[in-house]
C-alpha cells in the first residue's frame, strides 16, 4: 500500500476539489464546511493541521494561518462513496470568520424564517448544559433549575447524592427502563452541580477523553 493509496480512493469533482465537513472530536460539533484538493489532503495529513481550498481567492490555505485558530487533526474519515472527507479536530478558538464558535449559527424555524444565535452543539449533553445555563440567565418562572439552584451548592450535591443511590438501587430492583430513567435524573442533576459550581462541562469532557486516550 503506497503512501497515498487512500487519495486514490477520493472522488475529486471536475474541478479537482472535494468537500470536506469539520467536527469537533471532543464534542461532535460540525464547526464548518469548506473543499480541499488534493494536496490540501496532502498536507493535512503530512502536518496534523486542517488545509483546505480556496474557491474565492484560488488558491490553498490553512485554518488559522492568520487567526491562530488553528485545526489539529485527529482523523480523516472518508464516507462511503469517496465524494465527502471528514476532519474530525481540536479546534483553537472559534472555528467561524464571524467569531462563532461553529459556521451553523442561522437556525430556520419551521415557518422558514430565520434565526440568529450560536449553535447550541452536537451533543445532547452539551444542548442540556446550554439550557441549563440559560435557565440562570433568564430565570424563567417555575423553573425546576433555577429553584434547585437557588438552595444553593449544598442542597445540589444532596440531590446529586440521592440520585446517584436511586441509580443503584435501580441496577439491582427494577428494570432496564427504571434504570435508564434513574441514569438520565442522575446526568441532570451532575450537570445542575457543575453550573452551580461554575465548572464547565467542556471541562468534564476533556477529561474523559484523557481517560479514552
Not at 488553528?70 to 478558538?93: A, F, H, M
Amino acid at each position: 500500500m503506497t503512501h497515498d493509496h487512500w487519495l486514490d480512493q477520493v472522488r475529486f469533482g471536475a474541478d479537482g476539489l472535494v468537500p470536506v465537513v469539520t467536527q469537533e472530536q471532543r464534542t461532535g460539533d460540525l464547526l464548518m464546511l469548506a473543499w480541499a484538493n488534493r494536496e490540501a489532503l496532502e498536507l493535512t495529513l503530512a502536518t496534523g493541521t486542517a488545509h483546505y481550498w480556496s474557491r474565492s481567492r484560488g488558491k490553498l490555505w490553512m485554518k488559522g494561518e492568520t487567526s491562530e485558530h488553528v485545526q489539529l487533526v485527529q482523523e480523516i474519515r472518508l464516507d462511503c462513496d469517496g465524494d465527502t472527507v471528514l476532519y474530525r479536530v481540536d479546534q483553537t478558538g472559534p472555528a467561524c470568520h464571524t467569531g462563532s464558535r461553529t459556521c451553523f449559527s442561522t437556525g430556520v424555524r419551521p415557518d422558514g424564517t430565520t434565526t440568529q444565535g450560536p449553535d447550541p452543539g452536537g451533543h445532547l449533553l452539551t444542548r442540556l448544559a446550554g439550557t441549563i445555563a440559560s435557565r440562570v440567565a433568564e430565570r424563567p418562572d417555575n423553573s425546576y433549575t433555577v429553584a434547585l439552584l437557588d438552595h444553593g451548592l449544598a442542597k445540589v450535591s444532596q440531590k446529586v447524592g440521592e440520585e446517584a443511590v436511586e441509580v443503584v438501587v435501580a441496577a439491582h430492583a427494577e428494570d432496564d427502563r427504571h434504570l435508564a430513567a434513574e441514569s438520565a435524573d442522575l446526568l441532570f442533576h451532575l450537570l445542575v452541580l457543575l453550573q452551580a459550581r461554575g465548572v464547565p462541562f467542556d471541562d468534564v469532557l476533556s477529561a474523559l477523553e484523557a481517560r479514552e486516550k
